[in-house]
């Protein structure tokens, strides 16, 4: 299953000394953070401002948990379980067969 992971780093109502310590830590325990056996990230990226999105793919929805409970100290996410949009096309399909025979139309 694919997800996409919404996150934003937490900075409201924190002290200029406050934002500073929080953001190298944030960027320390980044620098040694490697991908959970069973995460493949497809694309992670910055909105160039505060935040970004983080594309993977698990089997295990606990092995995303994992990944973003790392950094839930930091960050603000949100996780939306997503599909490839061939696979999305298929369901609408079969969806609009369902709907035009159960309704008669």
């Known amino acids: 299953m694919k997800y996409m992971i919404e996150y934003t780093i937490r900075n409201a109502g924190l002290s200029h000394d406050q934002n500073l310590s929080g953001q190298e830590a944030l960027l320390d325990t980044f ?20 935040g970004g999105y983080v594309l993977v793919e698990a089997d295990d929805p606990n092995v ?11 960050n603000d996410v949100n996780i939306v379980p997503v599909v490839d949009v061939t696979d999305a096309v298929g369901t609408g399909h079969a969806a609009i067969a369902w709907t035009k025979d159960a309704s008669g139309a």
Request: aromatic share 20%; hydrophobic share 50%.
């Open 64 to 74: 995303v948990g994992l990944f973003v409970g790392k950094f839930m100290y930091w």
């Open 31 to 50: 620098s040694k953070w490697q991908p959970e056996e069973g995460l493949t990230v497809h694309a992670f990226v910055s909105t160039l401002a505060n």
